[in-house]
């Protein structure tokens, strides 16, 4: 009996890691998923007329308002997803172009790596070394709030030291998202779509704010 029941749960085990196995294999999927579709719309990013760029801008971060606060909008988060990943690929074309030029590809693609090793290690983190980073969460939601509202009005502020407290608050917020949301993973509290778009976009993030330091202080 003793042998039959510590079979029992060596199978149930293994069905179960299995299971998570599978489970994150999906969230790197659309992970990888959403970064094509960002990457389509940065493709076609070169075509957009640089006078549809703040318009646009702005309708981003009205968008992204309005589904962080209101319930009903996140129904449609499948539908949103995929226009904010493409509406940010045809925005973020001109922006690495200048980040590019500016910083010259040397330096770009070292911040870029930098940038991918941070996420790597906050995920690492939160995922191995933090039991439960759940309380977080209230707290980055208002700073995500505040950070949305500040990068409204910082589009008709042009003071360079309200734009770099925005960026430097902007990198440690989606740092935390990551740690935060690689917690969420290992507690099992997630769904693979969801997720997969979280980390594409704390990503993507990260490498924006990392490459916005860099090309601030080279001047």
């Excluded at 970064?35 to 957009?48: E, R």
């Excluded at 949103?80 to 493409?86: E, K, L, M, V, W």
């Excluded at 950070?147 to 734009?163: K, Q, R, T, Y």
């Amino acid at each position: 009996m003793a042998e039959t029941a510590h079979s029992t749960k060596k199978q149930h085990r293994q069905s179960n890691n299995k299971s998570q196995a599978r489970t994150y294999g999906k969230v790197w999927l659309f992970f990888v998923y959403y970064w094509i579709i960002f990457g389509i719309g940065c493709y076609f990013g070169q075509y957009l007329p640089l006078e549809w760029r703040r318009p646009l801008s702005i309708v981003l971060l009205v968008l992204v308002l309005i589904t962080v606060l209101f319930n009903r909008a996140r129904r449609y988060g499948i539908v949103i997803s995929h226009i904010y990943a493409i509406v940010v690929g045809l925005l973020s074309y001109a922006t690495f172009t200048a980040y590019l030029q500016n910083l010259g590809p040397e330096v770009f693609y070292k911040n870029v790596i930098l940038a991918i090793a941070a996420f790597i290690v906050f995920g690492l983190i939160g995922y191995f070394l933090i039991g439960n980073a759940a309380s977080m969460g209230k707290y980055l939601f208002v700073t995500l709030i505040a950070l949305i509202v500040a990068s409204l009005i910082g589009m008709f502020i042009h003071n360079p030291i309200f734009h770099t407290v925005i960026t430097v608050v902007g990198l440690l917020l989606f740092l935390l998202y990551t740690l935060y949301d690689f917690n969420r993973m290992k507690r099992g509290q997630f769904s693979p779509r969801e997720m997969g778009f979280n980390l594409f976009i704390n990503l993507l993030h990260i490498i924006k704010y990392v490459l916005n330091l860099a090309n601030r202080f080279k001047r």
